[in-house]
């Protein structure tokens, strides 16, 4: 039988999180709070180095696409936040599970990566093994993380160079919406995950479809199969 003084005190690893829907955040810490101390929250780029090198958490919980800075998102995070906090471990926690965000965010210093579909017993789980030095990834994302760390390209070079050409013309919020949507989620489900409503999530498709200058959903969904962006 397990005795209670065996088990992990995870009330003393200290964990913060960024991203940038303020109730996803708030979520996230009334799931964790009883096991973890909550030392920080963000939602841009500038203010989560800041709280980062300040608060030097044991783990971050760090949304891949995050606004302001120079536009780099998690990866700018990571880099300008690591060297100024060695001890921090990053683990991604994203609604994005395209290769190109697994594997910038990887090869940029991340030490795991899971998608916010994961449930709060498996999060608990992952942010107490990356605080203890393992990689922690969703199982479909494996073959992702096996390209980041060969080196291997995820994509043919022409086709990686249009794919972000065009990907460049939406902003982070638009590229949320539109790899749920080429996933085939309802914009009642998108408005669930990201927290938004189904009116703003029409207004975001809306300005997709026109920058994308595509039609409709279907268009968009072999558009993003194409260029394999989920």
Known sequence: MTNAQDKPDTRAIRVAIVDDHE????GVIATLQPAFTIVGQAGDVDSSVA???????????????????????????????????????????????????VGAVIRAGA??????????ADLTAAIHQVSEGYA???????????SAFQGVPLEDSGTQARADEELNRLSAREQEVMRLIARGYTYREVAAELFISVKTVETHMSAVLRKLQLSNRSELTRWAAVRRIV
């Open 136 to 146: 922690v990834f969703s199982p479909k994302l494996a073959g992702f993380v096996l």
């Open 111 to 120: 030490r795991g990566y899971v998608t916010k579909t994961i449930n709060a």
């Open 51 to 101: 709280m980062i090198v300040q608060t030097k958490p044991d783990v971050v919980l760090l949304d891949v696409h995050v606004p302001g800075g120079e536009g780099g998102g998690g990866t700018e995070i990571l880099a300008k936040s690591a060297p100024y906090a060695p001890d921090t471990a990053f683990l991604a926690l994203s609604v994005s599970d395209s290769a190109q965000d």
């Open 23 to 26: 109730m996803f955040r708030a």
